[in-house]
């Protein structure tokens, strides 16, 4: 996309947002973020609740994951695709951004953090987990692995939400570079994620001094800050995505009619 001309003020020229439609990446963005996230969020009711598998105070999603090898590969898929569909919509919002004129250093570091510490704490929490034999070195080799993991992901996730919702949100919106339903959604959920955090840091504090009595509020709140990433990528680009898919649809399969110099034949 050609960089967009700054208006005198030191904005952009305005975007066409008529231009939007539902196309490939939002439909990658509810079937491959949303809604597996969503069902590895809502599944501890099975286990928990059903089954019984699991039962307090053991019953982080962690837990879960260590119950049994399908908890485990579930979670994986749940978390692992939207981790992955993710990456590229952040990097598209981020090329968005970055042409309309926000600065690259802001969203550098945002991106940095959400795909660099966020990502990477993710992955390695879903590759290291939690064995149910404990005591050897394997298991105690993946506890490790896994609590730097989590610090990581909700650490990540904390601070990339700050860095938007304080620095890049506000000059995206002074440049006419986001959408204004996009905006509210992110000022919503950004400083939701930045504070829920922090109060998933206490809630944990508590939960390992009393496990019984803080178990359900830990697992609440665990769930609830993954939700708010998950729904943030999605829900606070979204018309931008849209607007993306009118403008630069990904299936298109013009270049099939091109000759190799791109000339149209």
């Not at 979670?75 to 990456?87: D, R, T």
């Not at 496990?211 to 018309?239: D, H, K, Q």
């Not at 849209?242 to 270049?255: I, K, S, V, W």
């Amino acid at each position: 996309m050609a960089r967009v001309p700054a208006r005198a003020d030191g904005g952009t020229a305005l975007i066409a947002w008529g231009r939007r439609r539902f196309g490939s990446r939002c439909v990658l963005a509810i079937l491959g973020c949303l809604l597996p996230a969503y069902a590895a969020l809502i599944f501890p009711v099975v286990p928990l609740f059903y089954l019984g598998d699991v039962g307090p105070p053991a019953i982080l999603l962690s837990n879960f994951m260590a119950k049994r090898a399908t908890y485990q590969s579930f979670y994986i898929v749940g978390f692992g695709i939207p981790m992955v569909v993710g990456v590229f919509l952040v990097g598209e919002a981020g090329r968005h951004l970055s042409d309309h004129g926000v600065r690259r250093a802001g969203i550098n570091a945002w991106m940095g953090l959400v795909i660099g510490m966020c990502g990477t704490g993710l992955l390695t929490l879903l590759a290291f987990n939690f064995e149910e034999e404990t005591g050897n070195w394997e298991s105690r080799l993946h506890a490790v692995a896994h609590n730097i993991g989590t610090i990581m992901y909700f650490a990540g996730a904390g601070a990339g939400g700050f860095v938007y919702t304080a620095y890049v949100l506000p000059e995206a919106e002074r440049k006419g570079a986001i959408h204004p339903a996009d905006a509210a959604w992110t000022h919503t959920l950004g400083w939701q994620i930045s504070r829920g955090t922090l109060i998933a840091a206490a809630v944990r504090g508590l939960h390992l001094t009393w496990p019984l009595t803080w178990a359900y509020p830990m697992l609440i709140i665990e769930c609830y800050v993954i939700g708010l990433g998950i729904s943030l990528c999605v829900l606070g680009n979204f018309r931008m995505l849209m607007f993306l898919d009118g403008t630069e649809p990904l299936l298109d399969f013009q270049f099939l009619s091109d000759d190799k110099d791109g000339k149209e034949s």
